[in-house]
C-alpha cells in the first residue's frame, strides 16, 4: 500500500510541476608519508548512518586491497520523509562530507592520487562531486583525479561510459547539466539492466517527474538555475511526446496500478542489489570490474 501511495503521490506531483576555475599543473608523485592513491567511498541509502560507523556495503568488493588509503563517508542514507532526512538533504550530506575528506588530502597531500567511489545514493554523491571537480571548480584541481566508480547511478547520462551490457534510458534524478567536464575520461559507471534507480525510460515521465522532486527535495537557492534546466528538460520531451495528453495517460489509475505492480517486481527481483555477481564482460563482475578500474589508476 506504501508502494501505490509513493507511486500516486509522484504522479500528483508530476502534474502539477509542468573560487575560479582552477586547472591542473601537470603530473605530480606522492610526497613521502602521503598515500599514493586516496579514495573516498560513498556508500548507498541504509548501508550507513548518523549512528554507525562507517560501513562498506556494496562497496566493500571495490575498495578491499586497493593501494594507498581508502575513507568511508557517513551520512544519513535515508530516501523517505518519514526516515527524518528527505533524500535532498541526505544526498547534500553525503556530497559535502566527501568533498571535505578531497580537500583535507589535496591540501595534505598535494602528489597523492584521488579516486571517487560511490553506490546508489552515494553514486548519486560521488557522481555530483566528480562533476564539481571536473568543471574546474572544485576542491582540487581536475588533474588530482585519477578515477571515478559509480554504481547504479540514479543521475546517469546517456552519455556516461557505461561498463558492462548498456542500460536504456538515463537515471531516475536526470543526468547532470554539464556532465564530468574535464575528468569525463576518468569516469566509468555500471548500470545493471533491469535497475530502475539508473535506468528509467525517457519517456517515462511520472519517474522523470518523481526522480527531480527528490532530487530538489533539500532546494539550494543557488541552484535555481539548474533545477529550471533539468525540469526545462523532461518538459520538452513530454511535448515531444504529445503533452498534456500524454502525462494524463501516465496518470490513470490504470497506469498507477501497472507502475506499481512494476516497482514492487523490481524490489523482488533484486536487480540494485545484484553488481556482486552481475557479470559485465571479460569474467569480471561490476564490483571486480570497478576494483580493477580504481587499482590500474593508481
Same mark, same amino acid.
Given at each position: 500500500?506504501r508502494?501505490?501511495?509513493i507511486?500516486a503521490?509522484?504522479?500528483?506531483?508530476a502534474?502539477v510541476l509542468?573560487?575560479?576555475?582552477?586547472?591542473?599543473?601537470?603530473?605530480?608523485?606522492?610526497?613521502?608519508g602521503?598515500?599514493?592513491?586516496y579514495t573516498?567511498?560513498?556508500?548507498?541509502?541504509w548501508?550507513?548512518?548518523?549512528?554507525?560507523?562507517?560501513?562498506p556495503?556494496?562497496?566493500?568488493g571495490?575498495?578491499?586491497?586497493?593501494?594507498?588509503d581508502v575513507d568511508?563517508?557517513?551520512y544519513a542514507a535515508?530516501?523517505?520523509?518519514?526516515?527524518?532526512?528527505?533524500?535532498g538533504?541526505?544526498?547534500?550530506?553525503?556530497?559535502?562530507?566527501?568533498?571535505?575528506?578531497?580537500?583535507?588530502?589535496?591540501a595534505?597531500?598535494?602528489?597523492?592520487?584521488i579516486?571517487i567511489?560511490?553506490?546508489?545514493? =552515494?553514486?548519486?554523491?560521488? !557522481?555530483?562531486? @566528480?562533476?564539481?571537480?571536473?568543471? $574546474?571548480l572544485g576542491?582540487?584541481?581536475? #588533474? %588530482?583525479?585519477a578515477?571515478v566508480?559509480l554504481?547504479?547511478?540514479?543521475?546517469?547520462?546517456?552519455t556516461?561510459?557505461?561498463? =558492462?551490457?548498456i542500460a536504456? !534510458?538515463?537515471? @531516475?534524478?536526470?543526468a547532470?547539466? $554539464?556532465?564530468f567536464g574535464?575528468?569525463? #575520461? %576518468?569516469?566509468?559507471?555500471?548500470?545493471?539492466?533491469?535497475?530502475l534507480?539508473?535506468?528509467?525510460e525517457?519517456d517515462?515521465?511520472?519517474?522523470?517527474?518523481? !526522480?527531480?522532486? @527528490?532530487?530538489?527535495?533539500?532546494?539550494?537557492?543557488?541552484n535555481?538555475?539548474r533545477?529550471?534546466?533539468?525540469?526545462?528538460?523532461?518538459?520538452?520531451?513530454?511535448m515531444?511526446?504529445?503533452?498534456?495528453?500524454?502525462?494524463?495517460?501516465?496518470?490513470s489509475?490504470?497506469?498507477n496500478?501497472?507502475r506499481?505492480?512494476?516497482f514492487?517486481?523490481?524490489f523482488k527481483?533484486g536487480?540494485?542489489?545484484?553488481?556482486?555477481?552481475?557479470?559485465v564482460?571479460g569474467?569480471q563482475?561490476?564490483?571486480?570490474?570497478?576494483h580493477?578500474?580504481l587499482?590500474?589508476?593508481?
Amino acid at each position: 500500500m506504501r508502494l501505490k501511495r509513493i507511486v500516486a503521490a509522484a504522479g500528483a506531483a508530476a502534474s502539477v510541476l509542468m573560487s575560479g576555475i582552477v586547472l591542473g599543473s601537470g603530473p605530480v608523485t606522492a610526497d613521502p608519508g602521503c598515500p599514493v592513491m586516496y579514495t573516498v567511498a560513498i556508500p548507498g541509502t541504509w548501508e550507513t548512518g548518523h549512528d554507525k560507523t562507517p560501513q562498506p556495503g556494496m562497496l566493500s568488493g571495490v575498495t578491499n586491497g586497493l593501494p594507498g588509503d581508502v575513507d568511508y563517508v557517513t551520512y544519513a542514507a535515508t530516501a523517505f520523509p518519514w526516515e527524518g532526512d528527505v533524500y535532498g538533504a541526505s544526498k547534500k550530506e553525503a556530497t559535502d562530507n566527501a568533498r571535505g575528506l578531497v580537500q583535507a588530502m589535496g591540501a595534505r597531500c598535494p602528489g597523492t592520487k584521488i579516486s571517487i567511489a560511490g553506490y546508489s545514493q =552515494g553514486a548519486d554523491a560521488a !557522481g555530483d562531486l @566528480a562533476s564539481e571537480i571536473g568543471s $574546474g571548480l572544485g576542491v582540487v584541481p581536475p #588533474d %588530482r583525479i585519477a578515477a571515478v566508480a559509480l554504481i547504479s547511478d540514479p543521475r546517469r547520462s546517456v552519455t556516461d561510459a557505461q561498463v =558492462g551490457p548498456i542500460a536504456p !534510458g538515463a537515471g @531516475a534524478g536526470g543526468a547532470r547539466v $554539464g556532465g564530468f567536464g574535464f575528468i569525463s #575520461d %576518468r569516469v566509468r559507471t555500471v548500470c545493471a539492466l533491469g535497475d530502475l534507480y539508473c535506468s528509467t525510460e525517457q519517456d517515462d515521465f511520472i519517474s522523470r517527474f518523481a !526522480g527531480f522532486l @527528490a532530487q530538489t527535495s533539500d532546494p539550494n537557492p543557488a541552484n535555481i538555475w539548474r533545477y529550471q534546466l533539468e525540469v526545462g528538460s523532461i518538459i520538452n520531451d513530454l511535448m515531444a511526446q504529445g503533452g498534456i495528453p500524454t502525462l494524463q495517460a501516465q496518470l490513470s489509475e490504470g497506469a498507477n496500478e501497472d507502475r506499481a505492480a512494476q516497482f514492487e517486481q523490481f524490489f523482488k527481483t533484486g536487480k540494485h542489489t545484484s553488481y556482486g555477481f552481475y557479470q559485465v564482460g571479460g569474467g569480471q563482475t561490476a564490483i571486480t570490474w570497478m576494483h580493477n578500474w580504481l587499482a590500474n589508476a593508481a
